[in-house]
């Protein structure tokens, strides 16, 4: 029989439930900073070498216009 903190400590389950909900707002909120972090720096280094400002949607969606080498195989 497999014995779980719910089963050998059922007082405290709902707190769990809160620690867990808890976790992953957290984790929404860092990976909102990141996205938003990396957006910046995509913005800043692209406002230093001069190019095009980033265009954008009534959404308020950023939508990044990319070309990428391609390779001697044509890939």
Do not use: C, W, Y
């Amino acid at each position: 029989m497999s014995s779980n903190f719910k089963t050998r400590h059922p007082d405290f389950a709902s707190i769990e439930n809160h620690i867990r909900r808890a976790h992953a707002e957290r984790q929404v909120a860092i990976a909102s900073m990141m996205a938003e972090g990396i957006v910046a720096a995509v913005r800043g280094i692209g406002q230093f070498f001069g190019n095009q400002p980033v265009k954008r949607t009534r959404a308020g969606t950023v939508v990044v216009k990319a070309s990428l080498p391609r390779n001697a195989a044509g890939i």
